[in-house]
């Protein structure tokens, strides 16, 4: 596959640091001597699923096709307001397309998980033109009155469409159980036979394991998918790392031995942004224009499971 339209989609509410201290007891500089963010921007009056059609859109728009040329839709999404449909059968209806649609949970590496589906799909003929979207709201998973964790996320939603080509030069994905580690549990309807033990918890995550965990787990995946392409660290240009936080991507900088002007970021304005924290830093540096034809990039994510995904790709537009 190769990637031919980028878009992105962000929630009108700027929520920076100094307002979040009239609320919680933290000050900007704690919160950006631990993280890197100074901002984010979080849904108020918008809907998800208004945020992921307008991203893809851009992407379709960029592509030069219209949503009847798209043939598949794979949407990574956490949780939204709709269990059910799936919010890739809400977005195919805003935009107008006629196609197969299929939402998928690999938590914050949901969007990796989703392009390495998507490039199945076209190497078996089976699609042309399809749409790979992530929309996530993680600000309405947390605690707001824990300010430890709910400083960390910011709303978006980023998309791309791929069609044949040889764009994709290796990928990764990996799994390895870890329920202690970061999880949110939501209790279900009742029923008169439910005898078991319910409950409903905000979002519970272990910052120690977490960044331990995915520090290990990307550098891991860099190195295995450098070596097979036979590349170096320095043969590529941008790596385009889940945006959690700015000590963990400078972490894995300092592994690689790579100055940070390989690691563009977009955490400290958005925050955490889960699965679509990659397409849209993505749609920023092609947009800006600081993506040429014959690029490489490597994209690296973590989430909760403990589910890793990373991919090569080479800029083709």
Same mark, same amino acid.
Request: some cysteine.
């Given at each position: 596959?190769?990637?031919? *339209?980028?878009?992105?989609?962000?929630?009108?509410?700027? +929520?920076?640091?100094?307002?979040?201290?009239?609320?919680?007891?933290?000050?900007?500089?704690?919160?950006?001597?631990?993280?890197?963010?100074?901002?984010?921007?979080?849904?108020?009056?918008?809907?998800?699923?208004?945020?992921?059609?307008e991203a893809s859109l851009k992407a379709i728009e960029d592509a030069g096709l219209t949503p009847a040329d798209i043939d598949y839709i794979i949407c990574s999404n956490v949780v939204n307001e709709?269990?059910?449909?799936?919010?890739?059968?809400?977005?195919?209806?805003?935009? *107008?397309?006629?196609?197969?649609?299929?939402?998928?949970?690999?938590?914050?590496?949901?969007?990796?998980?989703?392009?390495?589906?998507?490039?199945?799909?076209?190497?078996?003929?089976?699609?042309?033109?399809?749409?790979?979207?992530?929309?996530?709201?993680?600000?309405?998973?947390?605690?707001?009155?824990?300010?430890?964790?709910?400083?960390?996320f910011g709303d978006g939603a980023g998309a791309v469409v791929v069609s044949g080509g040889d764009g994709l030069i290796g990928s990764r994905l990996t799994t390895q159980s870890k329920l202690d580690?970061?999880?949110? +549990?939501?209790?279900?309807?009742?029923?008169?036979?439910?005898?078991?033990?319910?409950?409903?918890?905000?979002?519970?995550?272990?910052?120690?394991?977490?960044?331990?965990?995915?520090?290990?787990?990307?550098?891991?995946?860099?190195?295995?998918?450098?070596?097979?392409?036979?590349?170096?660290?320095?043969?590529?240009?941008?790596?385009?790392?889940?945006?959690?936080?700015?000590?963990?991507?400078?972490?894995?900088?300092?592994?690689?031995?790579?100055?940070?002007?390989?690691?563009?970021?977009?955490?400290?304005?958005?925050?955490?942004?889960?699965?679509?924290?990659?397409?849209?830093?993505?749609?920023?540096?092609?947009?800006?224009?600081?993506?040429?034809?014959?690029?490489?990039?490597?994209?690296?994510?973590?989430?909760?499971?403990?589910?890793? *995904?990373?991919?090569?790709?080479?800029?083709?537009?």
């Amino acid at each position: 596959m190769k990637i031919i *339209g980028t878009g992105r989609a962000h929630p009108a509410k700027v +929520v920076t640091n100094a307002m979040l201290e009239g609320f919680l007891d933290t000050s900007d500089e704690w919160i950006r001597t631990r993280t890197g963010i100074t901002e984010r921007r979080l849904i108020s009056s918008e809907r998800l699923e208004d945020l992921a059609t307008e991203a893809s859109l851009k992407a379709i728009e960029d592509a030069g096709l219209t949503p009847a040329d798209i043939d598949y839709i794979i949407c990574s999404n956490v949780v939204n307001e709709y269990i059910t449909p799936a919010l890739s059968c809400i977005v195919q209806g805003a935009i *107008g397309a006629k196609c197969a649609c299929i939402d998928i949970n690999g938590a914050c590496s949901g969007f990796i998980y989703a392009l390495d589906m998507a490039d199945d799909r076209i190497r078996s003929g089976k699609a042309r033109n399809i749409l790979v979207l992530a929309a996530e709201e993680p600000t309405r998973m947390v605690d707001w009155e824990d300010r430890a964790l709910c400083v960390l996320f910011g709303d978006g939603a980023g998309a791309v469409v791929v069609s044949g080509g040889d764009g994709l030069i290796g990928s990764r994905l990996t799994t390895q159980s870890k329920l202690d580690c970061l999880h949110y +549990v939501r209790r279900l309807e009742p029923t008169p036979y439910i005898t078991k033990e319910e409950y409903s918890a905000p979002m519970y995550m272990n910052g120690k394991e977490v960044f331990k965990t995915a520090v290990l787990s990307s550098s891991r995946d860099i190195k295995v998918l450098l070596d097979k392409a036979g590349l170096k660290p320095s043969d590529i240009k941008y790596y385009i790392l889940h945006q959690a936080n700015m000590r963990i991507i400078e972490a894995i900088a300092n592994w690689l031995k790579l100055d940070l002007e390989h690691f563009p970021t977009n955490v400290e304005r958005c925050g955490n942004t889960s699965s679509a924290s990659i397409p849209l830093l993505l749609d920023e540096l092609a947009r800006s224009g600081k993506l040429q034809k014959g690029d490489k990039i490597l994209m690296s994510a973590f989430g909760a499971g403990f589910t890793t *995904g990373a991919c090569i790709i080479e800029w083709t537009k």
